[in-house]
């Protein structure tokens, strides 16, 4: 995929949206596609009975000043704006708004905060959006961004998009994004590689619309990696045994703690870890019980590991097991 120019990304990105709404993942160039009306007018009624109220309970009527999509021909229009849902949108009388609605089997249009809805002078980035389909200059794209460890942008990520018969490839910039423009309208499988990080999802799936969008934020983890084995205080494998594995803060405290079961060599292993302290061991802080009856026992000292690394040797000899112990009960009424 070839670089493209800085103004062709500016001219992609003014598509996300900046209005929040209950519908933050969905930018005008995808939502568009997903209603079956869009467009712009003005309330002459807000439903409100109680000026002062803060939610309405009627429909809220609207003069059509200018239709995108699904309009039939219709100039002054009845909307239920999400009454008695938690995505109800305060329409108020007055005030011009950028419209997304659904039609129900009435011919009855229904819209919320949800599909989108929002105050005309909000709705910046849509119109930009329904100007550029009007003019015949809207393309079929994928854009989105890769975070690593589920918070920080990771640059020099590939990006394969996979589907209608073709096969595109970008890598991500220094802040995380990319955009494979244009693309054939179709459903996508989206992946993204880089050594020494692995997906919380392999394939990602997407459907791209004509001259619509599809949005990907994926994210990627180090692939860090401790493993080892759990031996018995005779040195014998010990299978089928719960390790842990805990995060030392800053505060030399334990924090988010994994558990994996050793397999029948005694063998365990946490991956997809980030770098960082942890502290290996058994009960760390939970007494022995009848499936693990050993007391609290750690690996000498903490483990440092590094971005991507992979420590193979982090073997731990287990304390006596407990022993089993017998306690017999006498149950009585009480008149004894």
């Known amino acids: 995929m070839t670089q493209m120019p800085k103004r062709f990304l500016y001219t992609l990105f003014w598509l996300l949206p900046l209005a929040a709404s209950c519908w933050d993942s969905a930018p005008p160039c995808k939502r568009f596609w997903e209603v079956d009306a869009a467009f712009t007018g003005t309330v002459l009624d ?5 000026p002062g109220a803060a939610w309405g309970s009627g429909r809220v009527r609207l003069v059509v000043e200018e239709s995108f999509s699904g309009m039939r021909d219709e100039k002054e229009i009845e909307l239920d704006p999400g009454t008695a849902t938690e995505c109800y949108l305060r329409m108020r009388k007055g005030q011009r708004y950028f419209i997304y609605a659904q039609r129900d089997q009435d011919g009855l249009l229904r819209t919320s905060a949800c599909l989108g809805s929002v105050r005309l002078d909000l709705a910046q980035d849509d119109l930009r959006f329904v100007r550029t389909l009007q003019r015949g200059a809207a393309k079929s794209f994928l854009f989105g961004s890769v975070k690593w460890n589920g918070a920080h942008p990771l640059a020099g990520v590939a990006i ?7 096969e595109y490839r970008t890598i991500t910039g220094v802040n995380g994004e990319f955009v494979i423009s244009p693309v054939v309208p179709g459903k996508y499988e ?3 590689a880089l050594a020494g990080y692995v997906g919380d999802e392999l394939v990602h799936v997407s459907e791209v619309h004509d001259r619509g969008c599809a949005a990907v934020n994926l994210r990627l983890w ?15 494998v010990a299978p089928n045994v719960t390790a842990e594995l805990a995060i030392l803060d800053e505060n030399e405290e334990l924090g988010e703690r994994f558990a ?4 029948e060599d005694g063998h365990f292993e946490f ?6 302290r942890y502290i290996l061991g058994v009960n ?13 026992t750690r ?5 440092l590991l590094a971005e991507g690394e992979k420590l193979s040797d982090a073997d731990l000899r287990l304390p006596p097991r407990l022993p089993e112990r017998t306690i017999h009960v006498q149950a009585v009424w009480p008149d004894g």
């Open 46 to 50: 807000d439903g409100v009975g109680d």
């Open 160 to 166: 394969f998009a996979h589907g209608a018969e073709r």
């Open 190 to 192: 989206i992946r993204a």
């Open 222 to 236: 180090t692939d860090g990696r401790i493993s080892g084995r759990l031996r018995h205080s005779t040195g014998a």
């Open 260 to 263: 994996v079961e050793t397999d």
């Open 271 to 276: 991956s997809s870890l980030a770098a960082g």
């Open 284 to 296: 760390l802080e939970e007494p022995p019980s009848a499936e693990i009856p050993y007391t609290s």
């Open 299 to 303: 690996y000498p000292g903490p483990i």
